[in-house]
């Protein structure tokens, strides 16, 4: 039984609101059965259903509460509750917010696009059933969907005005809540057949409970943690959003309303709060709710009511105004990178990876196939990848990712100043994943060593998409040595697409799939949250690099570094750049751990996967893990002592010079 509800006086809500979650649920999109987790929160939601109980509420209140709710008034609830749920899809979106309830936003596992229009698909599903119920019905919706809209222009209006005022505040809480509130109880009371003065009283206390909501719900996020509130708190003042006790404390305390006329880092945000706080106006705020709560409970004296139903009813809106449980967040699976093996490999790999590099000549002594920009960038923690289906399978997908670190070195050397030897080197790498037997030397011999062993097993479109994938990457690679001969900088809106196509992420994932022994499924990758996994992994993870490697990067005059676009592109100094960055890669950090959270939760509901909802599953959050750890690697970290292979000689046995130019026609 919700709240403080006395079921001797509603003996039907639990059931009812059983029907009610029965007819809530995700919106079916024809045909496309692997998008519905986007509007589906799962059965274990902590979601109160605060709406749908003031509808039935609303109802037992004007009929007879000994007598289970009508099928509309179930309906009508559920309508008015995916009215809300939709709106939140847009609020997290507007307040970037990467959390609600202890669980990842939409917009977080999604992206806002997404998430914009499976609000839209909730909000209008919940319009089609009250339709379905009457033009009353969805009039009333329309109104306070007006309302709502109305109430939230107003607030994004008034951002970062200091001087706001209390009126305004009223305004946009009237709309924003109060009116879903509002029309919670008027549909309840619709259903019931009452006279227009009873549904309008109900209305009324349903739009005075709602400005006490909000009010309340903007005093915890001044005074409450984010585990009680299960979402961020004090995230109103960074944002400029300044409810009634900001507005309050600032009309009497010049240095907060100094603070406010700006936007405010984390620090400056919690020392406002710390202002608001200690002005009282908090209490001021307090009491204006209570006042709200009266006017409420005032509405319901002129319905003629047996008044233990009435106080029942009033009981329950104050139990949800005094809240304070702890929501329980869903648990969260750390990122962070355990304890390393002694070696940094899996047993067996190290010697083998030493030996090979020696073998075929990509190394020419043990030293060298030490060397920390190859080895030492594989040398993954221990635990964070599942095992290898086997050791052959687990030695071929270390040697992949060694060879391609190698292929990375050859373009990225800042000794390679001749856009020729650039394109030979293209050409010779090409050349040889078509197998030219012309080819010779020790890429060439690392190569197919490795070939047989990767298709083994695997279907000939892998094949042949793998090696699309390695040409693909050596016409990017060559770009980019083009671009850091040529001395050019990308925009930052070009970074991204530019970065990505030298990131060899597909061949990150190939390798992965060789070292589960797995093929995933093409829809599989072509889903959205998929698709995001996979862009917010890349980003975090090359961005982080940047970072961490920008001294070097600085000094051969890498291109594609986003500090160096940032400083480029914008003029600001290298201190502001990197602050700059660094925040952008907290907020795609959190964002990723989110999406790495929701994907086990995912690939349960994924059509298709023929038993393998696990695996794959496991296969990503691997891949996302070992890419997190990235920026913890010895890739950026030469020992005093370090052999360094000599490049030029790799890349003398490959060069692949133009052919003659075809003859002209006189």
């Not at 939709?86 to 669980?103: F, I, K, P, Q, W």
């Not at 009116?179 to 009873?198: D, I, N, P, T, Y």
């Not at 040529?486 to 060789?514: F, H, K, Q, W």
């Amino acid at each position: 039984m919700p709240g403080e509800i006395d079921s001797a006086v509603f003996p039907h809500l639990d059931a009812d609101l059983d029907r009610v979650r029965d007819v809530l649920g995700p919106v079916q999109l024809r045909g496309r059965p692997e998008l519905t987790a986007l509007t589906d929160e799962g059965s274990d939601t902590s979601r109160r259903l605060v709406r749908p109980t003031l509808t039935l509420l609303s109802y037992y209140l004007l009929t007879d509460p000994e007598v289970p709710a009508d099928d509309r008034v179930v309906r009508g609830a559920a309508a008015v509750e995916l009215m809300h749920v939709g709106s939140l899809y847009h609020d997290d979106v507007v307040d970037h917010a990467y959390e609600r309830r202890g669980r990842a936003s939409a917009n977080a596992v999604w992206g806002s696009h997404m998430a914009v229009l499976g609000g839209d698909s909730v909000t209008f599903s919940g319009m089609r059933m009250l339709a379905e119920l009457g033009q009353r019905e969805v009039l009333a919706a329309t109104i306070a969907g007006e309302q709502m809209c109305a109430g939230m222009v107003i607030e994004a209006a008034d951002q970062y005005v200091a001087s706001r005022s209390e009126q305004s505040y009223l305004d946009t809480i009237d709309g924003k809540t109060a009116a879903v509130l509002s029309l919670a109880c008027r549909v309840g009371a619709m259903q019931a057949g009452c006279s227009e003065e009873q549904e309008e009283a109900l209305a009324l206390f349903g739009r005075q409970f709602g400005l006490a909501y909000q009010l309340y719900d903007d005093i915890l996020d001044l005074t409450s943690t984010a585990e009680e509130m299960g979402k961020p708190v004090n995230a109103d003042l960074p944002e400029g959003i300044y409810t009634l006790p900001v507005i309050r404390a600032a009309a009497r305390d010049q240095s907060l309303a100094r603070l406010l006329r700006r936007a405010m880092t984390g620090e400056q945000a919690a020392r406002a709060r710390e202002l608001v706080i200690a002005s009282g106006a908090v209490d001021e705020a307090r009491a204006r709710a209570e006042e709200f709560i009266d006017q409420a409970a005032g509405q319901l004296t002129a319905v003629a009511v047996d008044p233990s139903a009435r106080h029942a009813l009033t009981a329950y809106v104050q139990s949800i105004l005094d809240r304070r449980t702890p929501v329980l967040a869903v648990p969260r699976q750390s990122t962070q990178a355990p304890v390393a093996h002694r070696d940094g490999f899996p047993p067996g790999v190290a010697q083998w990876l030493r030996s090979w590099l020696v073998d075929t000549g990509l190394a020419l002594t043990p030293a060298e196939a030490d060397y920390h920009r190859w080895t030492g960038a594989i040398r993954t923690p221990a635990q964070i990848l599942a095992p290898a289906a086997d050791a052959a399978r687990e030695q071929t997908a270390y040697g992949m990712a060694v060879f391609t670190l190698v292929c990375d070195d050859l373009f990225e050397d800042p000794q390679l100043r001749d856009p020729e030897a650039v394109t030979a080197l293209r050409r010779g790498l090409v050349a040889m994943l078509r197998q030219d037997p012309e080819m010779h030397g020790a890429i060439p011999t690392a190569w197919a060593s490795l070939w047989p062993r990767l298709r083994e097993g695997r279907s000939a479109r892998w094949q042949k998409r793998f090696l699309d994938i390695l040409e693909d990457w050596c016409e990017a690679a060559e770009r980019e040595a083009h671009h850091r001969i040529n001395g050019y900088i990308p925009s930052t809106a070009d970074y991204l697409p530019l970065r990505m196509s030298t990131s060899g992420i597909d061949t990150a994932l190939a390798c992965v799939e060789v070292y589960q022994d797995r093929e995933l499924p093409s829809t599989l990758r072509s889903h959205p949250v998929i698709r995001r996994l996979e862009e917010l992994g890349f980003w975090v993870t090359f961005v982080e690099n940047d970072l961490v490697g920008l001294d070097q990067d600085e000094a051969d005059h890498v291109p594609y570094n986003l500090v160096r676009a940032v400083r480029h592109e914008t003029g600001c100094t290298r201190r502001e750049a990197v602050e700059q960055v660094q925040r952008q890669v907290a907020e795609q950090r959190a964002q990723l751990e989110a999406v790495i959270r929701y994907v086990p939760a995912l690939f349960r509901v994924l059509p298709g996967l023929s038993g393998r909802r696990q695996e794959y599953a496991e296969l990503y959050v691997n891949m996302a893990s070992v890419g997190l750890w990235g920026r913890e690697s010895d890739r950026y970290t030469q020992p005093s002592a370090s052999a360094v292979p000599d490049l030029e000689r790799l890349r003398r046995e490959i060069y692949y010079p133009a052919a003659e130019p075809a003859p002209t026609t006189p």
